[in-house]
């Protein structure tokens, strides 16, 4: 069957319900082996020859089933998930442009709305289960130890839904990608006894530590105050990641290590900021608040940046090593703020996309170089020479 044919069929099986479970992987062969007996699973690219590439562009629908003659047939995802999991089973991709992405995916009831100030069970990431209150905002929900009041809880929520809008709009994926079964689609900041440091976070369910948060609420004096919920904002981006599963799309273009440290600190460091910034917190006061009140505990990005322009190293320089207690994301989260101050919000969606849409194309960054020119590769197709003299004049990244 054409090329084109195969690809509405995986569309249309791409179509899954809104609050679905997730049974996991489509097994390939053996629908193949229904449909057709004999043939075998295969990846054909845009000129319908097979192909080993997963990762291209509408990859997710190149999938067919090869028949001994060499012959192709379009495959039925669909079919091949009502076998494994029912007929109410659909098969769904969840990156288009990653062809092992899908995975079957069944209509389920939606959850019981669960009213502000609900107690609800938790397991934080230390394992351990607690009670916590639950205030839930438009696309994210609060969890403290202590009831709100009705001020204080719409307050929270404006803050963490407003560092959500930001996190959805510039990971240029789906996200949240972890979220309380209570409530699903839904990103989540809990108060918790324990976790993984003063806040843990992967993929929009974040934590902060009860010591921190108290702390910060008592030097910032409220729950409606900004840095208050600093740790939070910082968690909901965080995420492991490698080189074969990375955190976000745009990860293999921004950072060779193994585990993409660099910019599994940068990017969520970048987000927290431009949000702090959307919610009313300059730079300027930002870091006026670190010097006198002692919270946020560090300088922000803008401070960060100066250093390292203060300095002779050119910006892949500074992204290969730490200097003098200077952590390297730093350089690439204050660059990618500035781009955001200098640009505006909507050319850093599309400048992040620009990034995603490189790394699908070329794969894993092999250098520090090579980021580098990424770089510069992404402010060409999204601000032109404008953003790309930018780049080179004021952050030294060179080709």
Same mark, same amino acid.
């Given at each position: 069957?054409?090329?084109?044919?195969?690809?509405?069929?995986?569309?249309?099986?791409?179509?899954?319900?809104?609050?679905?479970?997730?049974?996991?992987?489509?097994?390939?062969?053996?629908?193949?082996?229904? /449909?057709? @007996? =004999?043939?075998?699973? +295969?990846? $054909?690219?845009? #000129?319908?020859?097979?192909?080993?590439?997963?990762?291209?562009?509408?990859?997710?629908?190149?999938?067919?089933?090869?028949?001994?003659?060499?012959?192709?047939?379009?495959?039925?995802?669909?079919?091949?998930?009502?076998?494994?999991?029912?007929?109410?089973?659909?098969?769904?991709?969840?990156?288009?442009?990653?062809?092992?992405?899908?995975?079957?995916?069944?209509?389920?009831?939606?959850?019981?709305?669960?009213?502000?100030?609900?107690?609800?069970?938790?397991?934080?990431?230390?394992?351990?289960?607690?009670?916590?209150?639950?205030?839930?905002?438009?696309?994210?929900?609060?969890?403290?130890?202590?009831?709100?009041?009705?001020?204080?809880?719409?307050?929270?929520?404006?803050?963490?839904?407003?560092?959500?809008?930001?996190?959805?709009?510039?990971?240029?994926?789906?996200?949240?990608?972890?979220?309380?079964? /209570?409530? @699903? =689609?839904?990103?989540? +900041?809990? $108060?918790?006894? #324990?976790?993984?440091?003063?806040?843990?976070?992967?993929?929009?369910?974040?934590?902060?530590?009860?010591?921190?948060?108290?702390?910060?609420?008592?030097?910032?004096?409220?729950?409606?105050?900004?840095?208050?919920?600093?740790?939070?904002?910082?968690?909901?981006?965080?995420?492991?990641?490698?080189?074969?599963?990375?955190?976000?799309?745009?990860?293999?273009?921004?950072?060779?290590?193994?585990?993409?440290?660099?910019?599994?600190?940068?990017?969520?460091?970048?987000?927290?900021?431009?949000?702090?910034?959307?919610?009313?917190?300059?730079?300027?006061?930002?870091?006026?608040?670190?010097?006198?009140?002692?919270?946020?505990?560090?300088?922000?990005?803008?401070?960060?940046?100066?250093?390292?322009?203060?300095?002779?190293?050119?910006?892949?320089?500074?992204?290969?090593?730490?200097?003098?207690?200077?952590?390297?994301?730093?350089?690439?989260?204050?660059?990618?703020?500035?781009?955001?101050?200098?640009?505006?919000?909507?050319?850093?969606?599309?400048?992040?996309?620009?990034?995603?849409?490189?790394?699908?194309?070329?794969?894993?960054?092999?250098?520090?170089?090579?980021?580098?020119?990424?770089?510069?590769?992404?402010?060409?197709?999204?601000?032109?020479?404008?953003?790309?003299?930018?780049?080179?004049?004021?952050?030294?990244?060179?080709?």
């Amino acid at each position: 069957m054409h090329n084109k044919s195969g690809a509405l069929l995986l569309a249309l099986a791409a179509m899954a319900p809104l609050t679905a479970k997730n049974h996991g992987g489509v097994n390939l062969n053996a629908q193949c082996a229904r /449909q057709a @007996p =004999g043939s075998r699973a +295969v990846m $054909v690219d845009d #000129a319908n020859k097979v192909t080993k590439q997963n990762s291209a562009p509408n990859r997710a629908y190149s999938w067919r089933c090869q028949l001994k003659d060499g012959s192709l047939q379009s495959m039925n995802l669909n079919a091949a998930c009502a076998a494994q999991h029912g007929a109410t089973a659909k098969a769904e991709a969840f990156d288009k442009n990653d062809a092992y992405s899908w995975k079957c995916v069944s209509a389920e009831a939606p959850p019981p709305v669960i009213a502000a100030g609900t107690l609800v069970d938790y397991k934080n990431y230390k394992g351990q289960n607690e009670k916590l209150y639950a205030y839930p905002g438009t696309r994210s929900v609060i969890l403290v130890p202590t009831p709100l009041s009705p001020a204080e809880a719409a307050a929270a929520n404006r803050l963490i839904d407003s560092c959500s809008a930001v996190f959805a709009d510039m990971s240029v994926s789906r996200w949240p990608y972890n979220t309380l079964p /209570q409530f @699903p =689609g839904k990103s989540s +900041v809990a $108060v918790v006894k #324990a976790t993984c440091g003063a806040g843990c976070g992967a993929g929009g369910r974040a934590e902060i530590q009860t010591k921190e948060f108290n702390d910060a609420h008592k030097r910032m004096g409220s729950l409606e105050n900004v840095p208050t919920w600093q740790v939070g904002y910082y968690e909901l981006g965080r995420g492991g990641s490698s080189h074969k599963n990375p955190g976000f799309v745009f990860y293999p273009a921004l950072d060779p290590s193994a585990g993409h440290d660099v910019v599994a600190s940068a990017f969520p460091e970048f987000v927290m900021s431009v949000c702090v910034d959307r919610l009313g917190v300059t730079p300027a006061a930002y870091e006026q608040s670190y010097k006198t009140a002692g919270y946020p505990r560090g300088p922000g990005v803008v401070e960060y940046g100066r250093r390292y322009r203060e300095t002779a190293r050119s910006f892949t320089q500074a992204l290969e090593k730490d200097f003098n207690g200077y952590y390297r994301g730093w350089a690439l989260s204050s660059m990618l703020f500035d781009l955001y101050q200098q640009f505006g919000y909507e050319r850093m969606q599309a400048f992040m996309g620009n990034l995603a849409a490189i790394a699908t194309e070329s794969g894993q960054v092999k250098s520090h170089a090579q980021v580098s020119k990424n770089l510069l590769e992404a402010a060409r197709r999204t601000g032109g020479e404008a953003m790309v003299s930018y780049l080179r004049g004021t952050w030294r990244v060179a080709d």
